[in-house]
Antibody, heavy 121, light 107 residues
Framework: QVQLVQSGGEVKKPGASVKVSCKASGYTFRKYGFSWVRQAPGQGLEWMGW????????QYSQRLQGRVAITTDTSASTAFLELRSLRSDDTAVYYC??????????????WGQGTLVTVSS | DIQMTQSPSSLSASIGDRVTITCQAS??????LNWYQQKPGKAPKLLIYDAINLQTGVPSGFSGSGSGRDFTFTISSLQPEDIGTYYC?????????FGPGTKVEIK
């Protein structure tokens, strides 16, 4: 079955960077895109950006532009989220989710299990 | 950015009750609207896509309707396993945006 498995939780200091991975299985990686969505404690869902599994094209939330980078390693069927210059309000659970098509628009299914990133001095 | 609002923000209903959640977009999004269920400590799960389509494997007691700016999500008969938070999400324009969520509890 289609499955997304994310890397484990991270604790980072303000100003540092974090890189979270999302390994896909059960389907042809290049046929679909990935989005990253985060959820601060007790809060709602925020879309961060998207990458094509086919050619690596990306789209980012303007709120995070300049601090976020989404990449893929197609040989490993893995997507990555890197967030730089971390602040305390970046503390959140970060989810990867497969898009419904190769394009950036659509629905998310399935989702990874989530990765808690804690930013604290 | 397209703003999504949901009402109510929370509700408490009895087992077997019909539950309705509304979602409104700040502009016309046609049928580019999805619904997710999130249980505590878990990732969201897709229930409805393109406003009205039930995702494969999702119980038929869930349904969606609407187009343009106004959408409705319905649980026909509330069950204990339906507790959680429900989010709408638009994909008409970037950035993709979610509603603030509706928390559903059992009375």
């Amino acid at each position: 079955q289609v499955q997304l498995v994310q890397s484990g939780g991270e604790v980072k200091k303000p100003g540092a960077s974090v890189k979270v991975s999302c390994k896909a299985s059960g389907y042809t990686f290049r046929k679909y895109g990935f989005s990253w969505v985060r959820q601060a404690p007790g809060q709602g869902l925020e879309w961060m950006g998207w990458i094509s599994g086919y050619n690596g094209n990306t789209q980012y939330s303007q709120r995070l532009q300049g601090r976020v980078a989404i990449t893929t390693d197609t040989s490993a069927s893995t997507a990555f989220l890197e967030l730089r210059s971390l602040r305390s309000d970046d503390t959140a659970v970060y989810y990867c989710a497969r898009d419904s098509s190769g394009g950036v628009s659509g629905w998310f299914d399935p989702w990874g299990q989530g990765t808690l990133v804690t930013v604290s001095s | 950015d397209i703003q999504m609002t949901q009402s109510p923000s929370s509700l408490s209903a009895s087992i077997g009750d019909r539950v309705t959640i509304t979602c409104q977009a700040s502009q016309d999004i046609s049928d580019h609207l999805n619904w997710y269920q999130q249980k505590p400590g878990k990732a969201p799960k897709l229930l409805i896509y393109d406003a009205i389509n039930l995702q494969t494997g999702v119980p038929s007691g869930f349904s969606g309707s609407g187009s343009g700016r106004d959408f409705t999500f319905t649980i026909s008969s509330l069950q204990p396993e339906d507790i959680g938070t429900y989010y709408c999400q638009q994909y008409a324009n970037l950035p993709l945006t979610f509603g603030p969520g509706t928390k559903v509890e059992i009375k």
